[in-house]
């Protein structure tokens, strides 16, 4: 009879760690269990239950009796922060061939290697994109809870593809620990206070504050650095992929500047040469005992 392993949310790589390795060491195969999320629901129905916290509870096996590369152990807490449901029977699947099937290690062509692989660079990139494209707006007192008398609190809006928030939350942490700052998704949102990172369910987009005066600004700038004559649409869009043009600013502009591109390209092949400016050097200061004139 299959087992129902629940995990407590979309992100318990602990629940999954604790409770792979005693059901490995049980000898459980993978075709056995069902791996259950509370927000995801199961995949299976299933005869019988396991709750991971209590197989975490329980006495676990030497750590000899479980070796695995240290490279899997990586590989494996950034798959299981991929979007795809079945990610926790793939880890585990994985786990046991890899103590089951001694040649799995050198084979980079095996299909749930590279499954696992393509899954793990999809979260890498989702983690880069958050890095690149979230923008802060400051709120201050009376506006979307701005503290009387303090300093503005910077809020954000990104819709990430997969369960990064919490594992780059650090990231944000260190790069913005001078500001109070918080940044909103759908599914799970986090806030640094100045002391503390902080974590709660997801949230609406109407709870973001609008765009403020340092938007425009911003577009401002973006248009004059905008340089025609080195448009890459194609290179663009698999930096900036479209899916998160609505939650940018700048994007706004891209399609009317990419537009005249080849018109202000022209423009600049066709205009006259600009000349230097006359080269003037800088007059020194007069030392002690030395007269002008």
Wanted: hydrophobic share 40%.
């Amino acid at each position: 009879m299959p087992q129902t392993i629940h995990l407590d949310g979309p992100t318990d790589i602990a629940g999954f760690k604790h409770a792979a390795r005693r059901l490995l060491v049980q000898g459980v195969p993978p075709e056995a269990l069902v791996w259950s999320c509370e927000d995801e629901g199961t995949l299976w129905g299933a005869d019988s239950e396991l709750d991971a916290s209590a197989a975490a509870e329980a006495p676990q096996p030497p750590a000899s009796l479980v070796r695995v590369p240290p490279a899997f152990v990586a590989l494996c807490e950034r798959v299981l922060l991929h979007r795809e449901p079945r990610r926790f029977a793939l880890m585990y699947r994985l786990l046991w061939r890899l103590t089951h099937e001694p040649r799995l290690r050198g084979d980079p062509l095996d299909p749930d290697w590279r499954l696992a692989e393509g899954m793990a660079r999809a979260v890498d990139r989702d983690i880069h994109k958050m890095r690149a494209f979230v923008r802060f707006t400051p709120v201050w007192e009376g506006e979307q809870g701005g503290e009387p008398g303090g300093e503005p609190r910077h809020i954000a809006w990104f819709e990430p593809q997969h369960h990064i928030v919490e594992a780059n939350a650090d990231f944000f942490r260190r790069r913005f620990a001078q500001m109070r700052w918080a940044i909103l998704t759908p599914e799970r949102c986090v806030e640094w206070d100045g002391q503390a990172l902080q974590f709660r369910p997801g949230a609406r987009r109407e709870e973001a504050p609008a765009p403020d005066a340092g938007a425009a600004l911003w577009l401002t700038y973006y248009q004059h650095i905008f340089n025609p004559a080195r448009l890459k649409l194609a290179q663009m869009r698999k930096e900036m992929p479209q899916r998160y043009w609505h939650n940018l600013p700048e994007a706004r502009l891209i399609t009317p500047l990419s537009q005249a591109a080849a018109a202000r390209s022209q423009g600049m092949v066709a205009a006259e040469p600009t000349l230097p400016r006359p080269y003037k050097p800088m007059q020194r200061g007069l030392g002690e005992g030395q007269a002008a004139g």
